[in-house]
Nanobody
Framework: QVQLVESGGGLVQPGGSLRLSCAAS????????MGWYRQGPGKERELVAT???????NYADSVKGRFTISRDNAKNTVYLQMNSLKPEDTAVFYC??????????????WGQGTQVTVSS
């Protein structure tokens, strides 16, 4: 079992910055990648950024150059630094942990989500 707790969401103005945190606990040794997804009003949940255990990162085209995903292994925490925020970034952001497959178990785990609102 893996538990994920997001924090850091809030209201920011366009062009502003925000850093999201996702703290993992439980069977963290089973995690091989983590990422951030977001779901805006009336939209499907979409992948924002991922980071593997080896540190390889990938980003959605819409956030490249603005967002940075990183992790602190000592704290079992992944971060999403968001700069130059736009109104279209407004969404509930979810942390996701992909885990090594186990029989009868899930492939990954989701956090509860944190609201990010970009508005003037």
């Amino acid at each position: 079992q893996v538990q994920l707790v997001e924090s850091g969401g809030g209201l920011v103005q366009p062009g502003g910055s925000l850093r999201l945190s996702c703290a993992a606990s439980g069977s963290i040794f089973r995690i091989n990648a983590m990422g951030w997804y977001r779901q805006g009003p009336g939209k499907e949940r979409e992948l924002v950024a991922t980071i593997t255990s080896g540190g390889s990162t990938n980003y959605a085209d819409s956030v490249k150059g603005r967002f940075t995903i990183s992790r602190d292994n000592a704290k079992n925490t992944v971060y999403l630094q968001m700069n130059s925020l736009k109104p279209e970034d407004t969404a509930v952001f979810y942390c996701y942990a992909r885990t090594i497959a186990t029989i009868g178990g899930p492939d990954g785990y989701w956090g509860q989500g944190t609201q990010v609102t970009v508005s003037s």
